[in-house]
């Protein structure tokens, strides 16, 4: 009986289904977050890791809305990105939602210098404070206040993009390389650095907005970590 149930469940999916799921699941694979299926579920809001993996392996059921939204958070993703037809189906859902109370959440600031300019040895994250950012604006972000971290940025090497002295909110659940966005990262030879990432005939390099500094090749027998995604900049005027 019970295993008719599940095929009877399993019928209601369709190849477009199985397809979101199928692509879901690569994105999700290849985003380096260093979480398990069931701490993934929780903190993003999609449900326990039974309903993680049944999303991610198209089983059962088609993927839900609120599991949708809660991929796209915790991958820094569009829902579009694996589901057009969730896309749409959240754009129009939002057209008539209520306006929420954009309340304020803490985002840790730790004590380590990025730095922008021939690079700092990173010390161990100790909290001085926090800084204080809308639920919507993380939410924008694709970032929670969890994986969120405040830093420093010291050196010119990213200006004008990036200022020296300015603060910069990373998220550290982003580690996922693409083309011509700024991450910070760890360079053993200099400690933690914020640089664009560049991929040139299949290479990657750390390259500077400032061009009177060298761009750095990857994987050129030096391991560089990506620490996480750029996400916004603060500096004094």
């Keep these: 009986m019970e295993k008719e149930k599940t095929r009877s469940k399993e019928a209601r999916l ?18 380096r977050h260093g979480m398990s299926q069931a701490a993934f579920g929780m903190e993003y809001d999609i ?12 089983k059962q059921a088609p993927i839900s809305l609120k599991a949708a939204r809660g991929f796209a958070r915790g991958l820094g993703i569009e829902i579009s990105a694996f589901s057009p ?16 109370t954009d309340d304020y959440v803490d985002v840790k600031r730790v004590n380590v210098a990025l730095a922008a300019g021939h690079g700092n040895v990173p010390e161990i ?14 939410r924008s972000c694709g970032v929670t206040s969890g994986s969120a971290r405040v830093v420093n940025v010291t050196g010119p090497s990213m200006e004008p993009t990036i200022k020296d002295g300015a603060v910069l909110l990373v998220n550290t659940n982003n580690r996922e390389p693409v083309n011509n966005v700024i991450y910070a990262l760890a360079r053993p030879t200099d ?12 290479e990657w390099f750390a390259r500077s907005d400032n061009r009177d500094f060298k761009d ?3 994987g050129d027998g030096e391991p ?14």
Excluded at 48 to 54: D, E, H, I, K
Excluded at 85 to 98: H, P, Q, V
Excluded at 125 to 136: A, M, P, Q, Y
């Design 14 to 31: 369709t190849d477009e289904n199985r397809a979101e799921s199928a692509k879901l699941k690569a994105l999700y694979e290849n985003a």
């Design 47 to 58: 449900g326990n890791q039974g309903m993680v993996w049944q999303c991610l392996n198209g």
């Design 85 to 100: 037809r969730l896309a749409a189906l959240a754009a129009a859902n939002a057209e008539f939602a209520e306006v929420e």
């Design 125 to 138: 994250e100790e909290l001085v404070g926090h800084l204080k950012f809308t639920k919507s604006f993380l």
């Design 191 to 202: 400690g933690l650095i914020v640089k664009r990432l560049v991929q040139i005939g299949g």
């Design 216 to 218: 750095i090749p990857i």
């Design 224 to 237: 560089i970590t990506i620490i996480g995604r750029a996400l916004w900049m603060g500096a004094k005027l």
